[in-house]
């Protein structure tokens, strides 16, 4: 059952690293460091895109209008990391015990 937890944590772990990448892209991109014309840097646009979007979504139809600030990137690592605290405090012991 340890190698179950562990799993969904290193999955958890990847998808915040993810959302990450995904945010410091999206940056570089609004600032005309990336050019999205070339196809290898479209593509690690797009595929970003799609494994975090759907993700982010909800949170950004929840959350006010802000302008340009985008915090559902945020919002949702903090909610990783609850997952990851709940799942090793409370789901674990009584796994385990």
């Known amino acids: 059952m340890y190698a179950v937890f562990w799993l ?9 690293w993810a959302l990450i990448i995904a945010a410091v892209f999206s940056i570089l991109v609004s600032f005309n460091v990336l050019d999205t014309r070339n196809r290898f840097v479209w593509a690690i646009g797009d595929f970003l ?12 139809n929840f959350l006010p209008n802000l302008g340009g600030i985008d915090i559902s990137p945020m919002i949702l690592i903090l909610l990783l990391y609850a997952l990851r605290i709940f799942l090793w405090t409370t789901l674990w012991p009584l796994v385990a015990g």
């Open 49 to 60: 895109f799609k494994i975090t979007e759907p993700a982010l979504r909800p949170i950004r």
């Open 8 to 16: 969904v944590d290193q999955a958890i772990g990847l998808y915040v």
